[in-house]
């Protein structure tokens, strides 16, 4: 398929490997009698668009190493009478991350009506020019370790003016041309980019600036830096907010006394803390008008810390150093991030705040379905998991929204059935699924492993501060899952097809690690159950592990027609439920003593339910074990007085597998009394639902939307995974899978 007709891809000279560089284009339009008008665009990294001054859009939607998606914007309503600017600003970012490839940048571009192309980059009809932007400081610290730079401006009345007047300051700059790249279709809707606006004023305050600590707080964007983790040095630095900030002391915090209007105005050594209602996602904006120099800090979180915004919570860098001159300036953010408060500091100077947005960056497709329970927290219950499933949908099924925007197995496995009840659609998931049948054997896994997060740069060393990272061998095991899932929901016979080199290729690879009984032990990487003690256990034979592979084996057997490897899989049950019971709880790990596998005596909750999930166990098999943990278990648990041998579980995934269970052996009333339990302080503080159940790190995490699953299925009888009106096929059995499933649908 042909995207472009003549455009080639550009960049300034030289330039495509630099990290952190932002490079306006523009071409300006003639009158244009004949429509439509649109821009066919594919970038690395990341562009916006404006045309005649308006706000068109953002992107790309990601894919993987060395294809690129192309987005398609129709430009017509935005034409004027006269000549008309199309302005693509782009950055590459050239760092390796979770969230974009480190690959060098380009932009590639073409304005057509109909067949006849209008503007190009390198190419028919008017040629884009390209010049080096200013207003965003290039040397600063990463955003975080997942994600790529923090944003930093340096703002007056003429710095926007290249995109909204044809006469406005522009300094072209050579450009090299470049070979077009593999191109894929966007496949994902686009975003409708809403405006959100703050709802209430908190807070008002005083700062005193004061000494920088003897020893400031570093994060590990700052100390980690190398050849795995790129990224500009602390030497380097021409702003350096993480740090400043710690000479920043809050010296009052008064409850605010009226309402929030606007214009709102700031002075020297003061903040004002806005509420935007919800956590949301999107793109930070501002109107200021400042009378003298001006630095003003934007702060922004997900909840409050002592009653004001911490913007290093999530080990994040939620500030924008913002540094204005006289004269009235807007502002929005090359980036997305998620908040739900916005504390703006001024340090040097004053400012008069006019205006403050965020355009919001989810997928509106999330709005097509309807929840109403007659139960009032049931029904906010249902809203805060689709709020949290609009930010983690946008391009990919996302872990966050805020700190990482990854795409993560096991997680995705909850996630992609959210997805399908509430757009109706499975093009998110498809986009994800691809991006990984079509990603290369990356050089810095193991041949067969597939990435625990992907599109993404997997280096070498201590990425996320945990020792050899590059892979979780578990999460390639959820995906497989997954697959069988996803056939279902979609009928996309062809996607299976394409992953079973992959399939095959990973399963040899665990084939390696097989020990005398045929289990796992001893797997390489980053062995990964879930956030809790169940991590701690996880050398020599992993239970909870072995029982995902089996249930990984006897899914990839079914959907490839593969009797082997169900045969194995029900070998390795049988194995497991000898080997690993108690006599009242399954284990969570054996080790070898002189040349005999042992159980261990560790027990986790989460262990319990792995053993149930996935059919190595049934309350016809282990009756008092399953009674034991559907009376004793789960969020009213005093883990202290209760089964204290038990480790607890954790969100991801013993809180789901648990609401799951309690499902199939016909609790659902349980599963929606412990559902409010587990979420409702969530709903009540954010909006949206978290990756832990405390706020320590991210509240709106993508898996945590599975609770519409678990809602509608209790309250309606509805399957996720069917097309809305109909009915499917029977599903072909699933041992020890879904022994009770309600095959009703709405």
């Given at each position: 398929m042909s995207y472009f007709r003549t455009a080639r891809p550009v960049w300034p000279e030289g330039r495509a490997t630099?990290?952190?560089?932002?490079?306006?284009?523009?071409?300006?339009?003639?009158?244009?009698?004949?429509?439509?008008?649109?821009?066919?665009?594919?970038?690395?990294?990341?562009?916006?668009v404006h045309v005649g001054g308006d706000f068109v859009g953002h992107g790309p939607a990601r894919g993987p190493h060395g294809r690129f998606r192309v987005d398609a914007w129709d430009l017509?309503?935005?034409?004027?009478?006269?000549?008309?600017?199309?302005?693509?600003?782009?950055?590459?970012?050239?760092?390796?991350?979770?969230?974009?490839?480190?690959?060098?940048?380009?932009?590639?571009?073409?304005?057509?009506?109909?067949?006849?192309?209008?503007?190009?980059?390198?190419?028919?009809?008017?040629?884009?020019?390209?010049?080096?932007?200013?207003?965003?400081?290039?040397?600063?610290?990463?955003?975080?370790?997942?994600?790529?730079f923090s944003e930093a401006f340096r703002l007056g009345p003429e710095s926007y003016r290249w995109r909204t007047d044809p006469a406005g300051p522009f300094e072209p700059v050579p450009c090299d041309i470049g070979a077009a790249p593999p191109l894929l279709p966007r496949r994902v809707p686009y975003p409708d980019f809403r405006i959100a606006e703050p709802e209430r004023l908190v807070a008002t305050?005083?700062?005193?600036?004061?000494?920088?600590?003897?020893?400031?707080?570093?994060?590990?964007?700052?100390?980690g830096l190398g050849p795995d983790l790129k990224g500009y040095r602390e030497e380097e630095f021409e702003v350096s907010p993480s740090l400043d900030w710690q000479a920043v002391r809050?010296?009052?915090?008064?409850?605010?006394?009226?309402?929030?209007?606007?214009?709102?105005?700031?002075?020297?050594?003061?903040?004002?803390?806005?509420?935007?209602?919800?956590?949301?996602?999107?793109?930070?904006?501002?109107?200021?008008?400042?009378?003298?120099?001006?630095?003003?800090?934007v702060l922004f979180d997900e909840i409050l810390t002592g009653?004001?915004?911490?913007?290093?919570?999530?080990?994040?860098?939620?500030?924008?150093?913002?540094?204005?001159?006289?004269?009235?300036?807007?502002?929005?953010?090359?980036?997305?991030?998620t908040l739900r408060y916005l504390q703006l500091v001024v340090l040097d100077g004053a400012c008069t705040v006019e205006a403050v947005r965020l355009?919001?960056?989810d997928n509106p497709e999330a709005d097509r379905a309807a929840f109403a329970s007659g139960d009032e927290r049931l029904d906010r219950l249902f809203e805060a998991g689709r709020e949290t499933l609009r930010q983690n949908a946008l391009d990919l099924l996302m872990d966050c929204p805020s700190r990482e925007r990854a795409g993560w197995p096991c997680d995705s496995f909850f996630t992609a059935r959210a997805a399908r009840l509430l757009t109706g659609s499975t093009s998110v998931e498809e986009a994800f699924l691809e991006n990984y049948v079509l990603a290369p054997q990356l050089e810095s896994l193991p041949a067969g492993m597939l990435p625990m997060n992907y599109p993404a740069d997997h280096p070498n060393g201590d990425f996320l501060g945990v020792r050899d990272a590059q892979f979780i061998p578990n999460w390639p095991l959820w995906l497989v899952l997954q697959l069988e899932e996803y056939l279902e929901r979609s009928g996309d016979q062809a996607m299976i097809d394409a992953f079973a080199p992959k399939v095959r290729g990973l399963f040899a690879w665990f084939e390696r690690y097989r020990n005398e009984h045929g289990l796992l032990e001893d797997l390489p990487g980053w062995v990964f159950v879930e956030w809790s003690k169940a991590n701690e256990f996880v050398t020599g034979v992993n239970v909870p592990t072995n029982m995902l592979w089996a249930a990984a084996l006897d899914a990839a057997g079914r959907l490839y027609a593969e009797a082997a490897w169900c045969g194995e899989a029900q070998r390795l049950r049988e194995t497991i439920a000898a080997q690993a019971f108690d006599g009242a709880f399954f284990v969570d790990q054996a080790l070898h003593e002189d040349g005999v596998l042992q159980r261990t005596?560790?027990?986790?909750?989460?262990?319990?339910?792995?053993?149930?999930?996935?059919?190595?166990?049934?309350?016809?098999?282990?009756?008092?074990?399953?009674?034991?943990?559907?009376?004793?278990?789960?969020?009213?648990?005093d883990a202290e007085r209760v089964h204290p041998d038990v480790h607890p579980a954790a969100m991801l995934n013993g809180y789901f597998l648990r609401l799951e269970l309690l499902g199939r052996y016909g609790h659902g009333h349980q599963a929606l009394d412990e559902a409010l339990a587990y979420f409702e302080p969530m709903v009540e503080a954010t909006g949206t639902l978290w990756e832990h159940a405390a706020p320590s790190a991210s509240c709106c995490h993508g898996f945590a939307s599975h609770v519409v699953v678990t809602l509608c299925r209790h309250v309606f009888g509805t399957r996720e995974g069917c097309n809305p009106g109909t009915r499917t096929k029977a599903a072909l059995p699933r041992t020890g899978r879904g022994s009770k499933r309600d095959d009703s649908h709405t």
């Open positions: 630099e990290m952190n560089q932002h490079v306006g284009f523009r071409a300006v339009l003639p009158p244009i009698e004949v429509g439509p008008v649109v821009l066919h665009v594919a970038a690395s990294s990341v562009y916006r017509t309503e935005h034409l004027g009478d006269g000549d008309t600017l199309v302005a693509v600003e782009v950055v590459g970012y050239n760092v390796n991350s979770y969230y974009l490839l480190d690959q060098p940048a380009f932009l590639l571009a073409e304005v057509r009506a109909g067949d006849a192309v209008l503007a190009s980059t390198a190419g028919a009809g008017i040629r884009f020019e390209a010049t080096l932007l200013h207003d965003h400081v290039q040397r600063v610290e990463r955003y975080s370790v997942a994600r790529t305050g005083r700062i005193e600036r004061g000494e920088m600590p003897a020893e400031p707080y570093r994060d590990w964007t700052i100390t809050l010296v009052e915090i008064a409850p605010a006394s009226a309402p929030l209007a606007f214009p709102l105005d700031i002075p020297a050594q003061t903040f004002r803390l806005l509420d935007l209602g919800i956590n949301r996602t999107g793109f930070i904006g501002l109107r200021l008008r400042c009378a003298e120099p001006t630095r003003l800090y009653g004001t915004v911490d913007p290093r919570r999530l080990r994040c860098l939620n500030i924008l150093d913002c540094r204005i001159e006289p004269g009235t300036v807007e502002v929005e953010t090359m980036e997305p991030y355009r919001t960056y005596e560790h027990s986790t909750e989460t262990c319990q339910y792995y053993a149930f999930y996935f059919g190595v166990a049934s309350p016809e098999t282990h009756g008092a074990l399953w009674e034991m943990l559907r009376r004793d278990f789960g969020p009213a648990r």
